[in-house]
């Protein structure tokens, strides 16, 4: 779909939609009062039969609207006049966007920018109308004998305003949109890959293509030069797997290569059996999602670089693939890490803070500013916060609360949780420096607590999306998340609007 901003008179507007906006007081937007002035009535009259209630997101169409030169006017609902909020907005475009999906516009106007959002400019309106439409048209269906081969008409979007000249805001708004757009579709592309060809050899190589057509530098390290950085924690993991393990490496430097840059670790376990501490059958399939860490590090890394974002940034993705055979790791298998620490590994399903540790202690060479690193961790993180918020956990609060500030204005909500010592009390072992587990109670915070050990040397900062990766039921399928988090505070770590 293309997108353009334009200043438009909506009346006046030759296209096969004009969007308009209406309260559920009744009162119209300026663009549907234009509209209803120059059909002289035609809009409030049939508003006054109530066949709409305008909440946000609700849509009335309708066609011939006497003296409008568009095809057809989409009535969408902006909820309470002066209330509405974030999330309104994104019911609101989504309302649109799909009933104009439901057409056979090929093109379409609409004056949503106008909407007043408290606290949100028109840069951060034409960002969500752009990230919702493509969501709307996002498909995975590459696996099907039939793909689905029905095709949606609307091939154009206007986002108009009212004022004169053009919106800068909103131009470099939409661009933003886009490119995380691009950067989600491949998180997510990654994510519902199944595992049979989704595995660490799979991962490296997307990440050597993102490499090349963006100029990133990329570097894999295989099983051998891991053993040499004496990474026994990461390799501990793959020991049971046919599939050789990873380490993945990615280089984006947009300033001045002397600048520290910011890393993002991403956990890649591209399959979790749980190994000897073996899963339950129910709902395992959705363990494909669990290199959704690593997802989110190269999707972020690719609208960064469509952003042209004028920051340094290190992606470092251990993956590795967790199976059970003869000789995967067992339950009381004693391994070291790279940082030179001991670890008791104590339930073979908690794989995904040895491989992180590791990686975390690899990140040091590149003297970070900041290190963020993101995991399917826990299912107690699930329990804790279910599906709206990741769970943020932080040795540094000023980086935290700049991931709070950049999900609150993404809707990629994170919540802080925390990480105290005393709960570290739990990862003690009779015979080693550390367990993997500290039993069921506080479970994602002692998760975090095992990562803090790793990472004391700079900023830190994890976030747990095991219940915000992606979806179940009927709407299954990766979210992309934390992609828009992410790029968000890379925006403002940068300083570019």
């Keep these: 779909m293309d997108f353009s901003i ?30 209803d002035m120059a059909a002289k009535g035609y809009i409030g009259d049939i508003l006054k039969r109530g066949d709409l209630d305008a909440a946000a997101g609700a ?23 002066g209330e509405m909020t974030e999330r309104q907005f994104r019911d609101a475009a989504r309302g649109a966007l799909r009933a104009l999906n439901e057409t056979q516009a090929a093109d379409a ?40 081969t029905k095709r949606r008409s609307l091939r154009k979007l206007i986002l108009g305003h009212g004022g004169q000249g053009s919106d800068l805001a909103a131009e470099r708004g939409l661009k933003r949109g886009l490119a995380l757009a691009d950067g989600l579709a491949l998180a ?47 390799l501990s993991v793959s020991r049971g797997s046919r599939q050789p393990p990873k380490l993945i490496v990615l280089q984006y430097t947009g300033t001045d290569r002397k600048k520290k840059p910011v ?31 690593a997802g989110s590090v190269l999707g972020t890394l690719k609208t960064a670089a469509l952003l042209e974002l004028p920051i340094n940034i290190v992606g470092i993705i251990p993956t590795v693939e967790n199976m059970p055979d003869g ?15 001991t670890i008791e590994i104590l339930n073979t399903d908690a794989e995904g803070r040895l491989i992180l540790c590791d990686a975390l202690t690899y990140a040091e060479r590149f003297e970070p500013v900041a290190v ?35 999900g609150n204005y993404t809707g990629d909500r994170a919540w802080r949780m925390p990480a105290w010592e005393d709960y570290g009390d739990a990862l003690k072992s009779n015979f080693s420096d550390l367990a993997n587990v500290g039993g069921r109670a506080g479970g994602s915070i002692t998760a975090a607590c095992f990562l803090a050990r790793f990472a004391e040397k700079y900023p830190w900062a994890h976030l747990d999306v095991a219940g915000t990766a992606w979806k179940s039921g009927k709407d299954k399928g990766s979210t992309g998340r934390p992609v828009p988090l992410l790029v968000r505070y890379l925006i403002e770590r940068a300083g570019s609007r």
């Excluded at 106008?114 to 028109?122: N, R, T, Y």
């Design 109 to 148: 106007a609409a004056m949503l920018l106008e909407a007043p959002v408290a606290g949100c400019d028109s840069g951060w309106k034409a960002e969500q109308i752009a990230l919702v439409a493509r969501e709307l048209a996002y498909r995975f269906d590459r696996f099907k004998g039939k793909p689905d």
């Design 327 to 341: 000789n995967a790791t067992r339950p009381g298998d004693i391994v070291k890490s790279m940082a030179g620490i």
């Design 6 to 35: 334009k200043s438009i008179t909506p009346e006046k507007q030759r296209t096969g939609c004009v969007v308009v906006g209406v309260y559920q007081s009744g009162k119209l937007s300026p663009s549907a009062k234009a509209v």
């Design 188 to 234: 997510k592309d990654l994510g519902n890959t199944p595992p049979n060809v989704c595995t660490p050899t799979y991962l490296a190589e997307q990440a050597k293509a993102l490499a090349k057509e963006h100029g990133l530098k990329c570097q894999v390290l295989n099983q051998a030069e891991m053993e040499k950085l004496g990474m026994g924690s990461l």
């Design 372 to 406: 963020v690193d993101i995991a399917t961790l826990t299912g107690a993180c699930v329990i804790a916060l279910g599906h709206i918020a990741s769970g943020l956990f932080a040795n540094n609060d000023a980086l935290a609360e700049q991931l709070i500030a950049a």
């Design 263 to 293: 890393a993002l670790v991403g956990k890649g376990v591209t399959f979790d059996t749980g190994g000897i501490s073996i899963k339950p059958a129910a709902e395992m399939d959705e363990m494909k999602y669990d290199m959704s860490g």
């Design 59 to 81: 849509t009335l169409l309708l066609h011939k609207v006497p003296n409008v030169v568009s095809d057809r006017v989409l009535l969408v609902g902006l909820g309470r006049e």
